[in-house]
């Protein structure tokens, strides 16, 4: 090649570099047939669609008990090129840009940085290396497939005070994935030699992982430019700093793993432990991850542990982790996190049979996967929820789909109906031939659960206290409601009938001996039946107009359902007297605090109204922020203090008043209500039906056929 020919085949080889295609990588399930086998699975763990579901981290970290072997993955074969010991971590990035934060010998300060910025959208990393006879820590954010979106996060960071102060005017700077190879090594070994020759003399080398002629190569890359002139600039310093040094262009479209010393994990805990972390070629490369025995544990998943291989890549601009393992395999997960084991062994099978059409059904609806690991699809949590029951309810239906004029339906299921599944039109708005409205013996989520006392406090206040929390007697208060007595120090007063610390902490904490006025008993919420709230106008205001098409104005005053549909599901709510507009029905289980269901009543605690002499109505409150008590007898109306008032009707009936809007949520039911209720399922298989007749119960004009 002559001297006039390099300079342009430099420029292309950068051109190829800095426009990296997104491809999709292939995919390896069979083609579907009429009614389909797929003997692998392709979940995602983590993937983007491009459209609505982004569920990605900017790096994966797997380990085995014992040990992975890691390599890459394309039409022809899976190639091993470098391994793991056993119950090591190892992480995984695309190799793109990114943003140089800092570059430190203080652990300390890296780990401020790691700390702020993790609590931002812009995730931040720590690398360690030794340069110029140190150990330093380099903090990143990232990775990003374009240059721009690089830029943007340096953007962000640089207006958030926290990250600023920390960096104390410290410029950062955009890294990218163009490097320059400055040679072949026999082994790994030494590549790291020499990598580490060069660090001492204040250059970025890391040994990169290639294969040549289909067995494993060494090289050593520096540098890590974002566009041309930072790569000249990387030459020029080279160059310098170890004159007669050759460097080579990498070429831009080959599969590599290129190697560096992480300490994300070891440095937020005070340690400084390194971890191997493999960047890749993100244009159409698959890391392929096989552990030697047993499942790989993923750390972004809670270190759940999964069958199969590990398939990392970059998809959509995001890092995609795909898990693929034996179809049936993962049925046997699937429906031990869909349903308890414990189950009835029929319940157990149209679990599984549901579970199998589902996830044909799907097709590859994520390009690169089946399905995903969530409940937008259906709940995947790897090896922990395999159970042998739910092992066997799999393979007695193996290969059973369930079809609509020889194709596999989409089989929806769902928690509980609280009595009745629901209409696909008020639902969704839109009907499915094969599910209709039905009854559903869905009660026994209540079975066993115990009671809880709604009390009113000395402060006003308003809770609930479980009944084993309490000595009930005769005792009654002037308006002849019952008193109970506390047992037990420090217990917890909650705003609904159940206990969960995160979304319904503590109100108020009582002691042993303390009179609390019981305003009636419910049984604890479960699928079956709930309350939540209250919630005050303002932060209920706040949630729907998260959610809802056009923004209620003004404070909420009133909230109502207008109207139900055939199972008394809400399909439209008023606020304020106006029809609030929402995509389909079962968007108000958002707009609403995540209801669990969409069958409920409000109860409106801000107005009630009372019937005086001679028939005669008064709603109350009449000022708004003043609570008022008003008797039958008499006209008059009385300032009540604290924040609340017990109202008593005609019958008996008691209700709480408070001075300002708050508004309560009294449901049926669990999710979306369409298809088979697994509570439902479980009733029926109580009940003596087969899986088969559970199937036919809930689902209209199917037939069950076999591969």
Same mark, same amino acid.
């Given at each position: 090649m002559t001297r006039r020919e390099r300079p342009r085949r430099f420029a292309a080889w950068v051109a190829a570099m800095l426009a990296i295609a997104l491809c999709v990588p292939a995919m390896y399930t069979k083609s579907y047939a009429a009614v389909p086998k797929l003997d692998q699975i392709r979940v995602a763990l983590f993937v983007s669609d491009g459209k609505n579901y982004n569920v990605t981290v900017p790096t994966v970290t797997l380990s085995s008990p014992k040990g992975l072997d890691i390599g890459i993955r394309d039409f022809s074969a899976v190639r091993n090129w470098a391994?793991?010991?056993?119950?090591?971590?190892?992480?995984?990035?695309?190799?793109?840009?990114?943003?140089?934060?800092?570059?430190?010998?203080?652990?300390?300060?890296?780990?401020?940085?790691l700390q702020t910025?993790?609590?931002t959208q812009d995730k931040a990393y720590v690398f360690q290396t030794a340069k110029l006879g140190k150990i330093v820590y380099q903090v990143y954010a990232g990775m990003y497939v374009s240059r721009d979106e690089a830029g943007a996060a340096q953007q962000r960071i640089a207006a958030n005070a926290a990250a600023a102060a920390l960096l104390k005017g410290a410029p950062a700077t955009i890294a990218g994935p163009l490097h320059w190879n400055a040679g072949a090594f026999p082994t790994e070994a030494a590549a790291g030699q020499q990598a580490d020759a060069f660090r001492q003399l204040g250059l970025d080398a890391w040994v990169a992982l290639l294969e040549a002629g289909g067995t494993p190569s060494y090289q050593v890359w520096i540098g890590e430019a974002a566009d041309m002139e930072q790569l000249n600039a990387v030459q020029l310093q080279?160059?310098?700093?170890?004159?007669?040094?050759?460097?080579?262009?990498?070429?831009?479209?080959?599969?590599?793993?290129?190697?560096?010393?992480?300490?994300?994990?070891?440095?937020?805990?005070?340690?400084?432990?390194?971890?191997?972390?493999?960047?890749?070629?993100?244009?159409?490369?698959?890391?392929?991850?096989?552990?030697?025995?047993?499942?790989?544990?993923?750390?972004?998943?809670?270190?759940?542990?999964? %069958?199969?291989?590990? #398939?990392?890549?970059?998809?959509?601009?995001?890092?995609?982790?795909? *898990?693929?393992?034996?179809?049936?395999?993962?049925?046997v997960s699937v429906v031990g996190a869909e349903m308890s084991p414990s189950w009835p062994a029929e319940a157990l099978k149209a679990q599984a049979v549901a579970a199998r059409s589902f996830a044909l059904s799907r097709g590859t609806k994520?390009?690169?996967?089946?399905?995903?690991?969530?409940?937008?699809?259906?709940?995947?949590?790897?090896?922990? %929820?395999?159970?042998?029951?739910?092992?066997?309810?799999?393979?007695?239906?193996?290969?059973?789909?369930?079809?609509?004029?020889?194709?596999?339906? #989409?089989?929806?299921? /769902?928690?509980?109906?609280?009595?009745?599944t629901g209409d696909p039109v008020e639902v969704w708005g839109q009907p499915i031939p094969y599910v209709q409205s039905t009854a559903s013996p869905d009660e026994g989520a209540q079975t066993n659960k115990q009671q809880w006392h709604r009390v009113a406090l000395s402060s006003g206040s308003i809770g609930y206290i479980r009944e084993d929390f309490v000595t009930e007697s005769t005792a009654r208060n002037n308006a002849g409601l019952p008193v109970v007595t506390v047992k037990g120090a420090g217990i917890n007063i909650r705003s609904a009938p159940y206990v969960d610390d995160v979304k319904n902490g503590s109100i108020a904490t009582v002691n042993q001996g303390d009179k609390l006025v019981s305003l009636g008993k419910t049984v604890e919420s479960n699928d079956y039946a709930w309350v939540r709230g209250p919630y005050s106008a303002g932060e209920l205001l706040k949630d729907l107009n998260l959610t809802i098409a056009k923004p209620v104005a003004g404070v909420l005053e009133r909230l109502e359902v207008s109207k139900r549909g055939p199972s008394g599901r809400a399909v439209e709510l008023k606020a304020n007297g106006q029809p609030i507009t929402v995509q389909k029905p079962d968007t108000f289980?958002?707009?609403?605090?995540?209801?669990?269901?969409? %069958? /409920?009543?409000?109860? #409106?605690?801000? %107005?009630?109204?009372?019937?005086?002499? *001679?028939?005669? =109505?008064?709603?109350?409150?009449? =000022?708004?922020?003043?609570?008022y008590a008003s008797s039958a007898a008499s006209a008059a109306a009385v300032p009540v203090a604290g924040p609340n008032m017990i109202v008593m009707g005609e019958a008996?009936?008691?209700?709480?008043? =408070?001075?300002?809007?708050?508004?309560?949520?009294?449901?049926?039911?669990?999710g979306h209500g369409l298809g088979m209720s697994q509570w439902g399922a479980r009733g029926l298989a109580e009940q003596g039906y087969d899986y088969k007749r559970i199937l036919q119960y809930y689902y209209i004009g199917i037939t069950i056929a076999k591969d």
């Open positions: 391994a793991a010991p056993a119950g090591a971590q190892v992480r995984f990035s695309f190799d793109g840009y990114k943003v140089l934060l800092l570059e430190t010998s203080e652990a300390a300060a890296a780990k401020q940085l910025l993790n609590a080279a160059v310098k700093l170890a004159p007669g040094m050759a460097l080579q262009p990498v070429a831009p479209a080959a599969p590599y793993l290129l190697k560096r010393d992480d300490v994300t994990a070891s440095i937020a805990t005070g340690g400084t432990a390194a971890a191997t972390h493999y960047a890749f070629n993100p244009a159409s490369q698959q890391v392929w991850v096989t552990p030697k025995e047993s499942g790989i544990a993923v750390a972004e998943k809670s270190n759940r542990q999964y %069958r199969g291989s590990i #398939e990392v890549s970059q998809h959509n601009g995001k890092l995609a982790v795909v *898990n693929e393992l034996p179809f049936e395999q993962y049925l994520y390009q690169i996967a089946n399905v995903s690991d969530s409940s937008s699809d259906q709940v995947y949590y790897g090896i922990q %929820r395999e159970d042998e029951r739910v092992a066997a309810a799999v393979a007695a239906t193996a290969g059973e789909v369930l079809t609509v004029g020889g194709s596999p339906i #989409e089989p929806y299921f /769902f928690s509980n109906g609280g009595g009745k289980r958002n707009a609403l605090f995540d209801a669990p269901s969409t %069958r /409920f009543e409000i109860e #409106e605690t801000g %107005r009630y109204t009372v019937l005086g002499a *001679n028939g005669q =109505t008064r709603s109350l409150p009449e =000022t708004k922020g003043t609570l008996g009936a008691i209700r709480v008043a =408070t001075k300002d809007p708050q508004f309560r949520l009294t449901g049926n039911g669990s």
